[in-house]
Antibody, heavy 121, light 113 residues
Framework: EVQLVESGGGLVQPGGSLRLSCAASGFTFSTYWMSWVRQAPGKGLEWVANIKQDGSEKYYVDSVKGRFTISRDNARNSLYLQMNGLRDEDTALYYC??????????????WGQGTMVTVSS | DIVMTQSPDSLAVSLGERATINCKSSQSVLYSSNNKKYLAWYQQKPGQPPKLLIYWASTRESGVPDRFSGSGSGTDFTLTITSLQAEDVAVYYCQQYYSTPFTFGPGTKVDIK
């Protein structure tokens, strides 16, 4: 079964850090671009970052540039999001998503269940 | 950035009737070199992650019922649910993947009348 399972969320104070993980299974992880997408409570979806199959290209939404870093370990079939300098507005459910077809610009065809990040003092 | 808008914000449709959701992009998401429209539709039910319904504006994802269809031009798109079923109650989002930052519409909530 194709599956993505996120972990690492939690409660953190403003200015703090968290590292999210996403474990992939059921498909050849190393052949897909991967993404992080977040959803603030009761709000819509916001794309956060993308990473190429070999990690050589990464793209971010402006609001997280310089604070968040996307990375991957193909040997461990895992995707990561290092979040530093967290702000109240980063509070959201963070989804790991597969970019379909192995291309950089296609739809997100597989989603995890998400991991909740709460930034609060 | 490409801004995505959707209308209406919400709609209530009787079981078996048609639901139509509109999505507009602030600039064309039609890539001329391959004539593909970089537009997807997702369905999100309460407490669940989004589910891909339609990609390339009109291609149905595997396993998606054929009552869901997508259409549109370079900037104006439509998701149609013919014969609405109870399990279609959800929020529907359009998304452009033409350029980063990939952006989503604000969502349209579909309920049963």
């Amino acid at each position: 079964e194709v599956q993505l399972v996120e972990s690492g969320g939690g409660l953190v104070q403003p200015g703090g850090s968290l590292r999210l993980s996403c474990a992939a299974s059921g498909f050849t992880f190393s052949t897909y671009w991967m993404s992080w997408v977040r959803q603030a409570p009761g709000k819509g979806l916001e794309w956060v970052a993308n990473i190429k199959q070999d990690g050589s290209e990464k793209y971010y939404v402006d609001s997280v540039k310089g604070r968040f870093t996307i990375s991957r370990d193909n040997a461990r079939n895992s995707l990561y999001l290092q979040m530093n300098g967290l702000r109240d507005e980063d509070t959201a459910l963070y989804y790991c998503a597969r970019v379909s077809g192995g291309w950089s610009r296609t739809a997100f065809d597989i989603w995890g269940q998400g991991t909740m990040v709460t930034v609060s003092s | 950035d490409i801004v995505m808008t959707q209308s209406p914000d919400s709609l209530a449709v009787s079981l078996g009737e048609r639901a139509t959701i509109n999505c507009k992009s602030s600039q064309s998401v039609l890539y001329s070199s391959n004539n593909k429209k970089y537009l997807a539709w997702y369905q999100q039910k309460p407490g669940q992650p989004p589910k891909l319904l339609i990609y390339w504006a009109s291609t149905r994802e595997s396993g998606v019922p054929d009552r869901f269809s997508g259409s549109g031009s370079g900037t104006d798109f439509t998701l149609t649910i013919t014969s609405l079923q109870a399990e279609d109650v959800a929020v529907y989002y359009c998304q452009q993947y033409y350029s980063t930052p990939f952006t989503f519409g604000p969502g349209t909530k579909v309920d049963i009348k």
